[in-house]
């Protein structure tokens, strides 16, 4: 009888894994596909009272990047805009300030790496004025683990004043990790960085369910 318990439990064991690591993980997945901000990217499109842009691009070539933006104003946020970015695909989105205390924040997601409070556009910050559209805007470049602020125009014969600025944000999280039938991450361990995270380390739990 005891042998027949501990075949039992045996067998129960090896039928939770697929609902383990597939089926829990999927649930996730879709729950978190239903809340508001992880609706599908929106068209960038200009009006006259959009006078602000943002731009991202990323040349981290391992999969997509994601980052999902809130603006916050008055002690209040709204839903600002959801970017999915494919590797040297840039995207942009267009806003307007609402008042003198605005920013907007993004989750960021990237590979099994997750950081919250990512900061695009503070309009107390000296560089807001550059996110201006006849600035040249203000466009964000991952690269090589880091995260870069690009504002200015390319000097022109009718504009030979203007420059362009690369200015280092910090660094992005990033894990190295052995996996369990080249699918399943696990011993993962975050890779050495020289500069301050550009926002704070979340759980992919968080990702989905966290504004």
Request: hydrophobic residues 40%; contains cysteine; glycine residues 8%.
């Amino acid at each position: 009888m005891e042998d027949k318990k501990k075949d039992l439990l045996r067998r129960l064991t090896i039928i939770s894994i697929p609902f383990v690591f597939v089926a829990i993980p999927s649930i996730v997945i879709f729950v978190g596909m239903l809340s508001p901000h992880a609706a599908g990217p929106k068209v960038a499109v200009a009006s006259p009272e959009q006078n602000h842009t943002v731009g991202m691009l990323s040349t981290m070539t391992g999969g997509q990047m994601i980052l999902s933006c809130r603006a916050a104003f008055a002690g209040n946020w709204e839903y600002f805009h959801y970017f999915i970015l494919d590797p040297y695909k840039p995207q942009h989105a267009f806003f307007q300030p609402q008042t003198d205390h605005y920013a907007i924040l993004c989750k960021w997601g990237y590979m099994g790496n997750f950081l919250q409070d990512v900061v695009v556009f503070n309009s107390s910050e000296p560089y807001a004025k550059l996110c201006a559209v006849n600035a040249g805007g203000c466009r964000y470049l991952f690269q090589d683990g880091q995260m870069f602020l690009v504002t200015g125009r390319h000097a022109t014969k009718a504009a030979p004043w203007q420059h362009r600025e690369k200015k280092l944000i910090g660094d992005v999280l990033l894990r190295d990790c052995k996996h369990i039938l080249g699918i399943f991450p696990t011993m993962c361990h975050y890779t050495k960085h020289d500069h301050q995270y550009v926002g704070k380390i979340i759980s992919r739990w968080s990702w989905w369910f966290n504004y």
